[in-house]
């Protein structure tokens, strides 16, 4: 099984110092990585997506990812945190199941900001 | 435009009652979840469907089930047999395959009083 593991559940900045969430992986296979970001009460939005292309992945709101296979890591990183990037971040792998695929999810990181 | 409309954003339910959480997309895609989602939990899969008429259980499927009788519509019942059914429920769509993300509906959230 494919799994997920984000190693910290609250990260806090200062708005315009660097963003690192990290997150190490478990995959049988190559596998297919997700960052999503939740504010509150709201739906999943996906920030970007790494499906074995380059290993440097760019998302939205200038983040962006490295897929590191010989450490099965795949940290979300942002050069200078900004106020509205305040949400619950979570990192997610493509798990291949009886029938069809499924998103497996980690139990995400919740990123404050301050000013 | 296309989306996820989840209906109604709040619920609540007495203890010993089913109820019914609507998701219905207008992406064309073949492919629909459902996750739960607790605080410092993530989101956990309850059920999910590739095509209409067919739907596999998650990790987390009992005391719920679903019905997929068309393509733009997954709804998830929860019944009186789900043991903590207070939670926020998100449904969730995408094209087949495991390199696609998925597109998320905003969510209901469900009281049990």
């Known amino acids: 099984a494919q799994s997920v593991t984000q190693l910290d559940s609250h990260v806090s900045v200062s708005e315009g110092t660097p963003v690192l969430l990290r997150c190490n992986y478990s995959?049988?296979?190559?596998?297919?990585l997700f960052w999503y970001v939740q504010h509150p009460n709201k739906g999943l939005q996906l920030l970007l997506k790494?499906?074995?292309?380059?290993?440097l992945v760019k998302g939205i709101n200038g983040f962006e990812a490295e897929f590191k296979k010989s450490e099965t890591s795949f940290h979300l990183t942002k050069p200078s945190a900004h106020m509205s990037d305040a949400a619950e971040y979570f990192c997610v792998v493509s798990e291949l199941r009886q029938a069809g695929t499924a998103l497996i999810f980690g139990k995400g990181t919740t990123l404050s900001v301050s000013s | 435009d296309g989306g996820i409309t989840q209906s109604p954003k709040y619920l609540f339910r007495k203890e010993g009652q089913n109820v019914t959480l609507s998701c219905e997309q207008n992406l064309n895609h073949d492919a629909m979840y459902w996750y739960r989602q607790d605080p410092g939990q993530g989101l956990r899969l309850i059920y999910y469907?590739?095509?209409?008429?067919?739907?596999q259980k998650g990790d987390i499927a009992e005391g719920y089930s679903v019905s997929r009788e068309k393509k733009e519509s997954f709804p998830l019942t929860v019944t009186s047999a789900q043991k903590n059914p207070t939670a926020f429920y998100l449904c969730a769509s995408s094209m087949t395959g495991r390199n696609y993300g998925y597109t998320f509906g905003s969510g209901t959230r469900l009281t049990v009083v």
């Open positions: 995959s049988s296979y190559s596998p297919s």
């Open positions: 469907s590739q095509i209409v008429n067919d739907f």
């Open positions: 790494y499906t074995s292309a380059a290993t």
